[in-house]
């Protein structure tokens, strides 16, 4: 089982609407989560990053955390066309690596 | 600060050749990070460095990649001999080491014919 699962997408949602992302990891020990964003022929790029249970918000990102349930999730409100991204969840492993997931790939349409 | 410099952006080479890829980490950062990233198996860590010293190879896939980091500002990643399976991007990625942001070269994209 990959350390970090996302599903591959695309997701695809129109303008305007809430984008939601999601992202399963398997140690129950890890204690922080990193989303980043990548565009297409481009090098991923930190977005968000959380640590605590609930949810942190950051203009129209907020990212969500359940640590019971190993469940880290992003939703972008007000979706726009230059959010068409892939998005990759991150969470930390031994020493200081990051251990990336497969990424989602969001689309939006205008 | 030009952040993380990687060189070349694009090489294409044939079976059998060595390619040799180079990252300048972000003045100050003592971690250094290679990355593999394809379509099939998304972002792979292959190797990191803290204050030039190889940590964790584990990643390596085989003999055939090696690297090495001479110095705080300049690090190699090597393929000898390249196979088509080996085409990709890489990328070269530096952070301070306190838990924060991971900051990404443009990467390196090959392709081994």
């Known amino acids: 089982q990959k350390e970090v699962e996302q599903n591959s997408g695309p997701l695809s949602v129109p303008e305007g609407a809430i984008a939601s992302l999601n992202c399963t990891y398997s140690d129950r020990g890890s204690q922080s989560f990193f989303w980043y964003r990548q565009y297409s022929g481009k090098s991923p790029e930190l977005i968000m990053f959380?640590?605590?249970?609930g949810d942190k918000e950051d203009g129209r990102f907020t990212a969500q955390l359940n640590k019971a349930s190993q469940y880290v999730s992003l939703l972008i409100r007000d979706s726009q066309p230059s959010d068409s991204a892939t998005y990759l969840c991150?969470?930390?492993?031994?020493?200081?690596?990051?251990?990336f997931g497969g990424g989602t790939r969001l689309m939006v349409k205008p | 600060d030009a952040g993380v410099i990687q060189s070349p952006r694009h090489e294409v080479t044939e079976m059998g050749q060595e390619v040799t890829l180079r990252c300048k980490p972000i003045s100050g950062h003592d971690y250094l990070f290679w990355y593999r990233q394809t379509m099939m198996r998304g972002l792979e860590l292959l190797i990191y460095f803290n204050n030039n010293v190889p940590i964790d190879d584990s990643g390596m896939p085989e003999d055939r990649f090696s690297a090495k980091m001479p110095n705080a500002s300049f690090s190699t990643l090597k393929i000898q001999p390249s196979e088509p399976r080996d085409s990709a991007v890489y990328f070269c990625a530096s952070d301070t080491g306190d838990g924060g942001e991971l900051f990404f070269g443009e990467g390196s994209r090959l392709t081994v014919l």
């Open positions: 959380i640590y605590s249970n």
């Open positions: 991150a969470v930390p492993g031994a020493g200081n690596m990051l251990t």
